[in-house]
C-alpha cells in the first residue's frame, strides 16, 4: 500500500484557509489537498449560515436568526416537528384533523404491533420492546408511526418483569407474563396492541477452571445469556487461545480484572477470532491479551462479527495486519482497553478494514508500524470519543492512517501530532473536532498495575495531566466511575477522564482462614493459610491463643514479623516449645497498607488446632 501524503507546506496552507474560515466564515472549515484527501476541522457549527454556532442555535440545520420558539422546548419553530411536544408530529396531527399546538389532542392509532411477540432473558438481563401504531389519515394511505415511547404497557403477571420509559423491561424473577401495549388519550384506552409473551430465566453462571478446565471447554458447554467467569491466573494452551464464541451472545469475564487474568498465547496464535456473526450480545470484559502472533488480528480478530470488547489489556502482541486488533467487517465497540506495545505492518494497535466501529476511552500506546502505528483505517467509518493515542511509531502515519475513502470522526481525544499528523490518503476524511480535541503530551503515570495512569497532584504527582476531566459526559454515565486514572486509586469523579481506566484496587474488606482445618490435630508444625477480598499492599498477623483462655502470641506482638504473603510456617523452635495435647486458637489480622486510612481486618472466623 503506498502513502499518498499531503506536503507539509500543503497542511500549513490549509489551516491558514482554516484560520480564515475561522475568522471571516463561521461553521466548518474544509481543507481538500489535489489528491482528495479531506481534513474537516470543527472549529464553530452553523451549517445554516445565520450567525449562530450550533450550541447557540435551536435550529442548527434551518435559518432562523431569530430563533422563534413559542413552545419554549429546545427546538425553534423553524425546526420543530412537535409544536406541542405530545411526541406526535405535526404533520401526523394535521393528518389526522387533531391540534398540533393542542396537546391534549392526540391522533387514534387503528391498530398497534408489539414487538417482539415472543422474547426471553435472564434475570437482570434486559429487552427492548417496540411499538408501532397505523394510523388511516382522512386522505392518503395508511401511516406507519412508531410509538415506543408513547403507549402505555401493562403485565398479566406482575414481579416477572420491571418496565421502565420506553418499553425497556428488566428481568425481576424466573417465570412467564404477557405484556401488551396501550394508546391512552385523555384516560381513555383507545387502541390495544397484541400481547408479547416474555419468559425470564434464572442466570446459568460457570467458573474456569472450577466448573471447567479451560476457556474454551466453558464456551463450547455455555449458551445464550449464560456468564462465564475466569478465575485469576494466566492461561496457556491450546484451549486457552484461539478462543471461539461460536455464535453465542453470552458474556466471557475475568473475576478480578485485567491485570489479574491473563490469556498468554505463547507467539501461537491470538486471544479471540469472532467470525460466526456474533453481535454486541457477546461480550469480551476484563482480560490482558498478550504474546499473540498470527497474520491477522494478533490478540482479537472480529471477522464480520461485532462483539463487544470492554475493559481489556491488549498488549505485545505481533500480526502482519492489526497487531493488537483486527476489526473486518464489524461494527464492533472497543470501550475502555488499553491498547500497548504491539506491532504490525499495517495498524500497530489497531487495523479497521470495512468496518464501522466505535473506540471509546481507549488508550493507544506504544504500539509500532510500517504505516498506522497507532490505527490504520482501510475503506472503514470510525468514531473515537474520549482516547488517547500517543506514543506510537510509523513510517507513515504516526497515530493514525486513512486509507481508500475511510472515514475518521475523532472528537474529546488527545492525539499526538493533531489533525496535521494524519495519514490521510486519497478519497478519505478526517473529521477534527477542534473544540474538544487537544494535543499535549497526556502525562502518563506509573501505578500499582501499570504504566498508562494520568499524572495527577491529588495523586501524588508533581503536576496535573490535560487529560483529566476533558471527556464528553460525566463519568458515572459512563459506568467509569468506580475505575481510575489516578495512582492513588480513586474513582473518576465528575466529568470522565480520557483514555484508558483502571480498576480500581478495593480496599482490604474480609480474611477467610483456609488451613489447618478447624479442630485439626497436628504432628508437625502448622503452615497457617487465608484468602483475602480486596486490597493491593496488604500485611498480616497470625494470632495464636492457648485455650480455654490463655494468653495470645502474635507474629506481630511477639516477633516483630510483619507477613505479606497469604500464609505462614510456624518455626520449629516455636512447635518443638508445645507440650503435646495442647490446644490452640487461631486467626489472621490485616490491613491494606496503600490505603489512606488503613484499617485492621480480622478474620471472619476463628479456628482451632492441637498438637499430637
Request: include cysteine.
Amino acid at each position: 500500500m503506498t502513502a499518498n501524503r499531503l506536503p507539509v507546506a500543503t497542511i500549513a496552507f490549509f489551516f491558514v484557509l482554516v484560520w480564515l474560515g475561522l475568522f471571516f466564515f463561521p461553521g466548518e472549515a474544509i481543507c481538500a489537498s489535489t489528491d482528495s484527501a479531506t481534513i474537516l476541522v470543527r472549529v464553530c457549527d452553523d451549517p445554516d449560515n445565520d450567525g449562530l454556532c450550533t450550541p447557540d442555535d435551536n435550529c442548527p440545520g434551518d435559518y432562523n436568526p431569530s430563533q422563534e420558539n413559542n413552545d419554549g422546548d429546545d427546538s425553534g419553530d423553524a425546526c420543530d416537528p412537535d409544536d406541542d411536544n405530545d411526541g406526535y408530529s405535526d404533520v401526523l396531527e394535521q393528518s389526522m384533523d387533531s391540534d398540533p399546538l393542542n396537546s391534549t389532542s392526540q391522533p387514534f392509532a387503528a391498530n398497534l404491533v408489539l414487538s417482539p411477540t415472543q422474547t426471553q432473558f435472564n434475570v437482570g438481563a434486559s429487552e427492548q420492546l417496540d411499538v408501532v401504531g397505523t394510523f388511516q389519515p382522512q386522505a392518503g394511505g395508511s401511516i406507519q408511526y412508531d410509538m415506543t415511547c408513547l403507549v402505555e404497557y401493562k403485565v398479566s403477571v406482575s414481579g416477572i418483569v420491571s418496565i421502565g420509559a420506553c418499553g425497556s423491561i428488566l428481568g425481576q424473577a424466573a417465570g412467564t407474563t404477557n405484556i401488551w401495549a396501550e394508546q391512552v388519550v385523555n384516560s381513555q384506552t383507545v387502541a390495544t396492541s397484541n400481547p408479547a409473551s416474555v419468559t425470564v430465566l434464572n442466570p446459568t453462571f460457570s467458573f474456569v477452571p472450577d466448573d471447567y478446565a479451560t476457556i474454551q471447554a466453558a464456551l463450547d458447554a455455555s449458551t445464550d445469556g449464560d456468564t462465564i467467569i475466569v478465575r485469576d491466573g494466566t492461561y496457556t494452551g491450546a484451549s486457552n487461545k484461539n478462543l471461539d464464541f461460536r455464535g453465542k451472545a453470552l458474556t466471557l469475564q475475568s473475576e478480578n480484572g485485567p491485570a489479574n487474568c491473563i490469556i498468554n498465547c505463547e507467539l501461537d496464535g491470538r486471544g479471540f477470532l469472532f467470525h460466526s456473526a456474533e453481535g454486541s450480545g457477546s461480550i469480551v470484559n476484563g482480560f490482558t491479551i498478550t504474546n499473540g502472533f498470527t497474520d491477522y488480528g494478533g490478540g482479537i480478530y472480529p471477522y464480520y462479527s461485532s462483539p463487544t470488547i470492554t475493559n481489556c489489556v491488549v498488549s505485545g502482541n505481533t500480526a502482519y495486519v492489526g497487531g493488537g486488533i483486527l476489526l473486518a467487517g464489524s461494527s464492533a465497540t472497543i470501550r475502555n482497553c488499553l491498547i500497548t506495545n504491539n506491532v504490525a505492518t499495517y495498524g500497530g494497535g489497531v487495523y479497521f478494514s470495512l468496518s464501522s466501529a466505535f473506540l471509546k476511552n481507549c488508550t493507544i500506546s506504544g504500539n509500532s508500524a510500517y504505516a498506522g502505528g497507532g490505527v490504520w483505517s482501510f475503506a472503514s467509518s470510525i468514531t473515537a470519543t474520549n482516547a488517547i493515542l500517543w506514543n506510537d511509531s510509523a513510517t507513515v502515519g504516526l497515530e493514525i492512517g486513512l486509507n481508500s475513502t475511510s472515514s475518521f470522526d475523532i472528537s474529546f481525544s488527545d492525539i499526538e501530532g493533531g489533525a496535521e499528523g494524519v495519514e490521510i490518503e486519497a478519497g478519505s476524511t478526517l473529521i477534527w473536532d477542534a473544540q474538544s480535541n487537544i494535543t499535549t503530551n497526556p502525562m502518563f503515570a506509573t501505578g500499582s498495575l501499570g504504566d498508562y495512569y494520568l499524572s495527577q497532584i491529588a495523586a501524588g504527582q508533581s503536576s496535573n495531566s490535560p487529560c483529566i476531566d476533558k471527556g464528553d459526559a460525566m463519568a458515572a454515565d459512563l459506568g467509569l466511575d468506580l475505575l481510575t486514572t489516578r495512582t492513588d486509586q480513586a474513582g473518576d469523579i465528575g466529568i470522565v477522564d480520557l483514555g484508558y481506566h483502571y480498576a480500581s484496587a478495593p480496599q482490604l474488606t474480609g480474611i477467610s482462614l483456609v488451613s489447618p482445618a478447624d479442630s485439626s490435630i497436628l504432628s508437625t508444625p502448622p503452615t497457617f493459610t487465608w484468602r483475602t477480598d480486596g486490597g493491593i499492599n496488604n500485611a498480616f498477623a497470625v494470632d495464636v491463643s492457648l485455650l480455654p483462655a490463655g494468653p495470645t502470641w502474635s507474629t506481630w506482638n511477639s516477633l516483630g514479623q510483619i507477613i505479606y504473603g497469604t500464609n505462614w510456617t510456624m518455626p520449629d523452635s516455636i512447635w518443638n516449645m508445645i507440650p503435646s495435647g495442647t490446644a490452640f486458637s487461631w486467626k489472621v489480622r490485616g490491613m491494606d497498607l496503600a490505603s489512606g486510612t488503613p484499617t485492621i481486618i480480622t478474620s471472619d472466623k476463628v479456628w482451632s488446632f492441637s498438637k499430637y
